[in-house]
């Protein structure tokens, strides 16, 4: 028995799919050779994505260690590149604790629903030439989708631990994400623009110019709306440790606390691979049929070491510093962004439909120059804007105002 | 085929038991959440359909926003644990719910069911021919389109069109309730001006 793949199938595309598909086609049933099929390409993204959280891993705090002035992991292994092992064996052998009063069947629900969207977004991502998993029409979309349930990930963590904490912790990321997603959103509305497709193969083979250049805000804007949702460390409010322990997880322990930060450092890695994908052309280089991987995989690692380094820079931020940057300045240029890249997508195409490599290049320049001009005007504004903050009063000398007061 | 129709048959019965947990949980963060999956199995029913676009905008709007502002709503409840105590507006409401029943099950028996305007269908139609019966699956790869690429780009160019074409009316008056509703919340949440 011999199948065959609809060629109007979403998977059609995926080499890797469609070879082992055949292969299982010819022995099996063909509705038992499409599962069979979907979970050989998915054990290998999702083990590749977890390969490479534990690398992350390492290598975050390898480089922490180097920006603190420190050595960093090096007892296991050659540069203590075994230390991931190390930390999930103490993290498997350690107790699982479910705190009294809990509601356990969401509380053990909550690191699967954190895995879950991390993994999904990956399905899209094209890594080489014709590699996504799934080459969505809609790729982009479904990234904004997928990524928008971890929200309810960190409530129900913060909900069901019976913990103040964990709550205000959940308060507080909820807070940040639902604030980060506006923005977000609209940064990405000029790159599909540009683009004119949603696609993510589609917006790789747009880039003959990266849109680095051509959208610098909204690359900006995407990066720091990326980073407060993964909780990183400028916009960590949602963890401060503080002032609330350890947020949203702080009943988490043992295997379930290691599923959390794993989806914490993959959310990391895929959201760079978003950014790569979006704004550095993705794949694209010299040889990019034979080595877009290895293209794909050196922009990857510049964006995860631009991302170590920001964290190993900036303190955290207060909670209404953080509400403050992304409603007052965030959504403002990107909302600039998008009136300047409509307009001149309308200027620029005028008869034909698609955009020149010329006409990127113009758009690029004027992009980059109203990037300067909002960063020159923002900063003007928030250093007149910087309010000093009253000493507080001694604490004696208070008293007595109070008691000549009464 | 068997594997549609399993799928089918499995997101119909998660879907109907989330939804019977829905009214029947006494606890009312779980009855969100079970809500929320019942919204993810819509998705996955426009996923059935072809309708990628529509089922991806369900979980970004649904699952995305609406379960959010729904779960704030509970945490902001008194008493959640303890679920809905019976009181006085019970029999009105069962009554209001029946009533909302009877009329959605009226309007899908009586509706015609012929959403799309000829044209559009032409259009679609085209589409399809195109895409999956009029060129061999080699032709169709050499060229770099797949079939389901193509008409789910149709798809959506087609919603574009109906949206900002024949109801435009409608989708900016929404836009602007959507608006006035975002003001009047501001307005609300302001207060009276302080001295």
Redesign the interface.
Known sequence: MSCRLAADNVLYGNPLFRWVYDLAGSALPCWLAYIIAGLVVMFIVVNGVLAGTAVLTWAERKLLGRFQNRVGPNRWGPFGLLQPMADLVKLLTKENLTPKGADRLVFNLVPILMMMPTLLVVAVVPFAMNTAVADLSIGVLYILAVSSLTILAIFMAGWSSNNRFALFGAARGVAVLVSYEVPVVLSLLGVVMVAGSMSLSGVVEAQAVPFLLVQPIALFVFAAGTSAELNRTPFDVAEGESEIVAGYHIEYSGIKFAIIQASEFGGTITASAVIVTLFLAGWQGPLASYLGWLWFLLKLGLVLFLFVWVRATYPRLRTDQIMAFSWKFLLSISLINLLATSLEIYWLRGAERALTTGDLWIMALMNLAIAAACLLVAGRLSQAKVRRVRPPLPVAASGTAAREAR | ???QD?IFWLLAAIMLAAALGVVLVR?L??AA?LL?TVFLAVAGFFVLLSA??LA??Q??VY???V??LL??AV?LTKDVARGNQPNRLRLPAAGLAGLALAVFIAVAVTTGWTPLPPSVQEQAALVQTQ??GGTT?EG??QAGI????Q???AQ?ATLADLLLGEYVVPFEAVSVLLLAAAVGSLALLRGRPQG
Request: net charge neutral; proline share 3%.
């Open positions: 085929m068997v594997l399993i606890d963060f779980r959440l929320v990628q676009f991806v905008v979980v970004l699952a995305g926003a379960a959010i779960v704030f945490m895409a999956s699956p169709l790869e797949s079939g389901e690429v008409r789910s780009q959506r």
